[in-house]
């Protein structure tokens, strides 16, 4: 079998940095709880490990982080790289809780971004997928700022309009619904914030030529990997999405030639490295729980 290594794939500068920085609070406050407000990152190997770090995630879909707020009493609370609403950072500083900002830089430009935007008196358009953390964080600025879906959602009469979007969206179909905002709202101002790691690793696939399979290694709750796949079915005819070598040894994978390998921006170097390994030789490099952070 040919395996293809698509290049860049794997963790980004916004996670490693986030997954440093609860390290970090650890080692500096021993003896402290320390939680973080949701998934650290969509990935849960990262979560699991941290969890050796004494250092836990509150996190369900069906709660907002500033609900989520009421699970965490004492201690430090970890915002993660997703960001949050000041609503958030408000009630986190009532309750007596030690702040530890993990919000990744490029989602905190596009924050100062859309407030710079409200000051001038836009209104805001807001590409992105509804409920996702990144994107409940921005639609808490000001009831000025409308998440879009789809084309369905372009309803606006505002005379200045600005737009924006989530930075791990399809930067493909991004584009497609920006020239459709062009179109309509022809005097609107744009500023396209898919972020580098998620536009590289999207281009990175398309650049492929062809493979029997493509196998996307990350979480199922994780948006850049979905995004990945879904670009992947262009690539080849079979698609496999796993979360970990476990995963992919359910799959018959003995009728490929060629399979090209990639993952989300969340997805543990190592689990990746692990089924790379698994598919060039067979053989399985043994993976504790610490070890993938
Ligand atoms: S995917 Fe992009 S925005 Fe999200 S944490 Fe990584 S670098 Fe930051």
């Given at each position: 079998?040919?395996?293809?290594?698509?290049?860049?794939?794997?963790?980004?500068?916004g996670?490693?940095?986030?997954?440093?920085?609860?390290?970090?609070?650890?080692?500096?406050?021993?003896?402290?709880?320390?939680?973080?407000?949701?998934?650290?990152?969509?990935?849960?190997?990262?979560?699991?490990?941290?969890?050796?770090?004494?250092?836990?995630?509150?996190?369900?879909?069906?709660?907002?982080?500033?609900?989520?707020?009421?699970?965490?009493?004492e201690?430090?609370?970890?915002?993660?790289?997703?960001?949050?609403?000041?609503?958030?950072?408000?009630?986190?500083?009532?309750?007596?809780?030690?702040?530890?900002?993990?919000?990744?830089?490029?989602?905190?430009?596009?924050?100062?971004?859309?407030?710079?935007?409200?000051?001038?008196?836009?209104?805001?358009?807001?590409?992105?997928?509804?409920?996702?953390?990144?994107?409940?964080?921005?639609?808490?600025?000001?009831?000025?700022?409308?998440?879009?879906?789809?084309?369905?959602?372009?309803?606006?009469?505002?005379?200045?309009?600005?737009?924006?979007n989530?930075?791990?969206?399809?930067?493909?179909?991004?584009?497609?619904?920006?020239?459709?905002?062009a179109?309509?709202?022809?005097?609107?101002?744009?500023?396209?914030?898919?972020?580098?790691?998620?536009?590289?690793?999207?281009?990175?696939?398309?650049?492929?030529?062809?493979?029997?399979?493509?196998?996307?290694?990350?979480?199922?709750?994780?948006?850049?990997t979905?995004?990945?796949?879904?670009?992947?079915?262009?690539?080849a005819?079979?698609?496999?999405?796993?979360?970990?070598?476990?995963?992919?040894?359910?799959?018959?994978?003995?009728?490929?030639?060629k399979?090209?390998?990639?993952?989300?921006?969340?997805?543990?170097?190592?689990?990746?490295q692990?089924?790379?390994?698994y598919?060039?030789?067979?053989?399985?490099?043994?993976?504790?729980?610490?070890?993938?952070?």
């Amino acid at each position: 079998m040919e395996v293809i290594t698509i290049t860049p794939r794997g963790y980004c500068k916004g996670v490693v940095n986030a997954i440093e920085i609860a390290k970090r609070t650890r080692k500096q406050h021993p003896h402290d709880k320390i939680t973080i407000l949701g998934m650290l990152v969509h990935n849960r190997f990262v979560v699991e490990a941290l969890q050796k770090y004494q250092i836990y995630s509150v996190d369900t879909d069906k709660k907002t982080r500033y609900e989520l707020l009421d699970e965490i009493d004492e201690g430090y609370v970890i915002f993660t790289a997703h960001g949050v609403s000041e609503r958030v950072v408000n009630k986190a500083k009532a309750k007596g809780l030690k702040i530890v900002d993990a919000t990744c830089e490029y989602v905190s430009f596009i924050h100062t971004l859309i407030k710079e935007k409200l000051d001038e008196g836009y209104t805001i358009g807001y590409i992105g997928k509804k409920h996702h953390p990144e994107s409940e964080a921005v639609l808490e600025i000001s009831d000025k700022v409308h998440l879009i879906e789809t084309e369905d959602d372009l309803t606006f009469t505002n005379e200045k309009l600005f737009f924006t979007n989530q930075t791990t969206l399809s930067s493909y179909q991004t584009a497609a619904l920006y020239e459709s905002i062009a179109r309509k709202y022809p005097h609107a101002l744009i500023s396209n914030e898919i972020c580098s790691a998620t536009r590289c690793r999207q281009q990175a696939v398309m650049k492929l030529e062809r493979a029997d399979a493509f196998i996307v290694v990350g979480d199922p709750k994780s948006h850049n990997t979905q995004k990945l796949a879904q670009l992947a079915q262009n690539k080849a005819d079979h698609v496999f999405c796993v979360e970990n070598l476990e995963a992919l040894l359910k799959e018959d994978l003995h009728a490929f030639q060629k399979v090209a390998v990639t993952s989300g921006a969340s997805t543990p170097t190592k689990i990746t490295q692990q089924i790379i390994h698994y598919l060039q030789t067979e053989e399985i490099i043994p993976l504790k729980t610490e070890d993938v952070i």
